[in-house]
């Protein structure tokens, strides 16, 4: 027993130190280096151990600004992108013509990379030339400075980040879609059902372990929400710092304002919205 | 309400597995469509639910045309296969369920499931969820949520193929008495012809999606019209086997099995059941190849010439492996097929 246990340690050896570098010890790290105040990574000096950084961080009113932000975008993306890629998977599953075809485009965004992605949306919403606008032109819908305007500057983020995040949802509610015995929808006909009860009563309960997935992980990918920044705007926050989101600014402490230990507590403080949020939830998935 | 099924087809490309069937169910009858698979049974009863559309051919419930009219207006009740019951729903919200669709008030769709559940035993286990529940309960769960509305008809699939041995038994004649006790015109699909024989009023046997005879269950197996029909009814099958008749003598390889026939000369395709042969002074003499004791019954092998044969025969009698005895076929026991293996009649 001793031996054989001893035998799979050897074989997680290798995973096992590379988790322990590159994601404990930086935790350890962060963590440790959010008390420091004052903090010189090269020298590796601090004046003191306190709580310096956290007083500081929650009086930037780029940060309250960033957690608000990000806050507004989980609210916003992860249930529309749910609902919304229920909606297609559902369709997609049905007896369409061309279904590989759809479910080819609708997967395209997972594969592509962010940056190009953004490109092209960055040329969406344009607002002389984009495509958003000359749609919105045919309902009479004046042009939009979708992203040259603060208060534009974080619906045009939800608006990508939602199509984006549709992708996989998407996949992984098929994936669920497909495991629902065809006799129960069969069933339901000779029932009388109506489609929405087929929806809410065979579809919903069928794929509900796939939802709650999609939500926890679309709500710790949309707390972590970088990239999708970063693309749209070429590498600033939106306008005037409007579509600030916390790791946005957890990036722009560290890299550009050199200032460690604001950036450490940043990232300890988003750590714990998604630990709390995490548990709440899986208690929540429990409870079912 | 009775059933007609006129000139039915169901076509899949060039296969057809439903080929030109017509068949009429009185009202209250329990037919029982038999077959291998792959037969066109299940076929042609998913289209008597609406759940296929037929290639072409019309069915009827009553006067209605109901070809082209769809599940939920056809007044039906079908049970799965595997049940299809919904998994998230306790059992007496599956059988409410179909009232809930009829927009029937809460209060009274209970009222009636209750009464269902009463009806096929199970009270007392309407909060469970199905999945906490046993096979043979779970299909009653289903037989409820079928026949709670009320339906004109009711339409098995395999209602017994997941149940074990004696459940199946039990079950068999559980859903005899809830169709008597509804009287519903009901068809139900199995390729168990044990199972078909027991409980149905009439047999539809089918083969390659054509209908080989359709009767009740003891003349069928009596008198079937043809050789497929003969061999597909009866545990153990019935002996088939090549015999020459020469001016009304019957012979099996050079045995004279009967005499007297009203047959043309030339050779036939003949069938006798194992429980049609009887020990007698006169007759075939034969030895035991192998004997098996069944209970009721000795399984006895023999052979006449290089036929095999296989008889059933009282178990209280001794005979041994190795054994000689003589054996005749009894009176109006063996079946004689055409070349094309059409029933010619029984001598």
């Not at chain 1, 705007?233 to 409007?242: D, R």
């Not at chain 1, 890299?255 to 604001?262: A, F, I, K, M």
């Not at chain 2, 057809?16 to 792959?38: F, Q, R």
């Given at each position: ?17 590379v988790i322990?570098?590159f994601t404990a010890?930086p935790l350890i790290?962060a963590f440790?280096?959010s ?28 940060f309250?600004?960033a957690l608000r932000n990000t806050s507004i975008y989980v609210v916003f993306v992860v249930p529309c992108s749910i609902a919304l890629s229920l909606?297609?998977a ?17 997967f395209?965004p997972y594969v592509?990379s962010v940056?190009?992605i953004g ?35 974080l619906?045009?983020l939800i608006i990508f980040s939602v199509w984006k995040s549709m992708a996989f949802d998407i996949l992984i509610f098929?994936a669920g ?30 794929i509900a372990p796939m939802i709650s997935y999609a939500f926890i992980m679309g709500f710790i990918s949309a707390f972590k929400v970088y990239n999708e920044v970063f693309s749209l ?10 579509a600030i989101t916390v790791v946005y600014y957890i990036y722009?402490?560290f ?8 950036a450490s507590a940043a990232a300890v403080i988003l750590f714990l919205i998604i630990l709390v949020l995490t548990i709440v939830q899986r208690m929540m998935g429990r409870k079912k | ?347």
């Open positions: 027993m001793e031996k054989k246990s001893m035998k799979g340690y050897i074989y997680l050896m290798p995973a096992l130190i322990l570098l010890y790290r440790l280096m008390f420091y105040e004052d903090y010189n990574m090269i020298s590796g000096e601090y004046s003191r151990i306190g709580l310096g950084n956290y007083k500081d961080l929650f009086g930037d009113k780029d309250t600004k909606l297609i559902v369709l997609l599953n049905s007896n369409i013509k061309c279904q590989g075809l759809f479910q080819t485009i609708f395209l592509t940056i190009a490109l092209v949306w960055s040329w969406i919403f344009n607002s002389n030339y984009g495509l958003l606008n000359i749609i919105l032109s045919w309902f009479g819908i004046d042009k939009v400075q979708w992203l040259n305007k603060p208060k534009y500057a619906p045009s098929l879609l497909q495991t629902i015995p065809k006799d129960l929808y069969n069933a339901s006909r000779v029932d009388s059902t109506p489609r929405w009860r087929v929806f809410w009563k065979i579809t919903v309960p069928g705007w070429g590498g600033k926050a939106g306008p005037a710092n409007s722009d402490k890299y550009n304002s050199h200032n460690y230990g604001l | 309400m009775d059933i007609r099924i006129e000139n039915l087809t169901k076509a899949y490309g060039d296969f057809k597995a439903v080929d030109n069937m017509n068949l009429h169910i009185a009202d209250g009858e329990l037919v029982g469509l038999l077959g291998p698979s792959g037969c066109g049974k299940s076929t042609t009863l998913f289209m008597l639910a609406g759940l296929s559309d037929p290639t072409s051919g019309s069915i009827y419930f009553g006067d209605k045309n109901v070809t082209k009219v769809a599940p939920e207006d056809r007044e039906i009740g079908l049970v799965f296969q595997n049940y299809a019951l919904y998994p998230h729903m306790t059992v007496e919200e599956n059988i409410m369920f179909p009232l809930i669709n009829r927009k029937v008030k809460k209060a009274e769709a209970r009222e009636r499931a209750n009464e269902m559940a009463k009806l096929v035993q199970l009270d007392g286990l309407m909060k469970r969820k199905p999945k906490a529940l046993s096979g043979g309960q779970q299909q009653r769960v289903a037989i409820a949520r079928a026949l709670v509305k009320k339906p004109e008809v009711l339409l098995l699939d395999e209602p017994l193929s997941n149940l074990d041995a004696k459940l199946r038994i039990e079950t068999r004649e559980e859903i005899r008495r809830i169709q008597q006790e509804v009287k519903i015109t009901t068809i139900f699909v199995t390729h168990d012809q044990e199972e078909a024989m027991s409980i149905s009023d009439r047999i539809a046997v089918m083969k390659s999606g054509i209908v080989q005879q359709y009767e009740v269950p003891q003349t069928m197996y009596l008198n079937p019209d043809n050789l497929f029909v003969a061999q597909f009814l009866g545990m153990p099958q019935v002996n088939t086997f090549s015999v020459e008749v020469k001016s009304g003598n019957i012979y099996c390889n050079g045995a004279l099995l009967r005499s007297g026939c009203e047959l043309k000369d030339g050779t036939y395709t003949a069938g006798i059941r194992p429980e049609s042969f009887e020990i007698a002074q006169d007759g075939i003499t034969v030895k035991a190849t192998h004997v098996r004791m069944t209970g009721r019954d000795l399984l006895i092998h023999f052979s006449i010439g290089d036929t095999e044969f296989r008889i059933l025969v009282h178990s209280d009698l001794s005979i041994k492996e190795g054994d000689e005895f003589t054996i005749r076929a009894r009176k109006n026991q063996i079946m004689i097929f055409d070349a094309d293996e059409k029933s010619l009649g029984k001598f």
